[in-house]
């Protein structure tokens, strides 16, 4: 990062913005390295730069410890994009930024859209947030144990944010209606049951010392993705991922690929999943994944 604001800097540019998701996804499920964004973020904004997280994906407590992801990076960002979650299949997502920068749409030119403000959507996103609370579901995400923190967005409760939905359709809100109102409580970090993050991770990493196959387990909370090696020198194990993909299904239990090679296992389940589903579905891959490795090899 510091690289390319140098470059940018030697060329007589500037740096407009900074944007990356708090845990990489599309990379294959990879949790940045610790600071990693503290560093990043003091380049850019050194630069003339926003900084953005992309919180589509790992957003509303699935990262278990924190609320946002990019809070495990002790950052706060300029403007924070969210979807997917934030609905629960309905289509709704928003983009939230501080103050300073939603006053710059003050210029005269009026932002207009006809569907900005959809109650529908709204009802549906503030159903999510009362969901999560009342239901513990951030707590359940964990996947260690638990410290007390604090949500970067919600306590910065006066500042003005920008929310749209799927259609690009958006309303200014205040956060102490929205996410400061419905953030779970950080004072309730008492000693708790065994959470399903918690015991994914591990029961994945135990299916890791008995299947050569798997080469790498990596996540946070209910974030987790599965590395499929051939061998020792890393040779990806896209085939035998997708086969994986496919026998899985047949098991009942849906995941995708992800990652450059489309050999890491995106296991993103839904954050009511329990630690008995968890238990269920590493019994599962048990199965597949002895199964695809007693194949003969063509």
Known sequence: VRQCCDDASRAGRGVAAFIAESIQGCAGQVPLPPDYLQHAYRHVRAAG???????????????????????????VPDIVTMGKPIGNGFPLGAVVMTATIA???????????????????????????????????QENAVCSHTRTHTHALGRTHTHTHTYTHSLSLCVSLSLSISLHKHAPNNNNNHSHQLHTGRALLAELKKLKERHPLIGDVRGLGLFVGVELVRDVKLTPADTETDDIIRMMKSKGFLISSDGPHHNVLKI???????????????????DVLAAVASRPHL
């Open 49 to 75: 730069g926003l900084c953005i997280a992309d919180e589509v994906q790992t957003g509303f407590g699935r990262a278990g410890t924190h609320f946002w992801a990019f809070e495990t990076q002790g950052v």
């Open 268 to 286: 993103k389940p839904p954050m009511c999943f329990s630690a008995a589903d968890a238990a269920g579905l590493c019994r599962a891959l048990d």
């Open 103 to 137: 006053a710059r749409f003050s210029n005269g030119m009026e932002y207009f859209n006809t569907y900005g403000g959809n109650p529908v959507a709204c009802a549906a996103g503030i159903a999510v947030l009362d969901a999560i609370a009342a239901d513990r579901l």
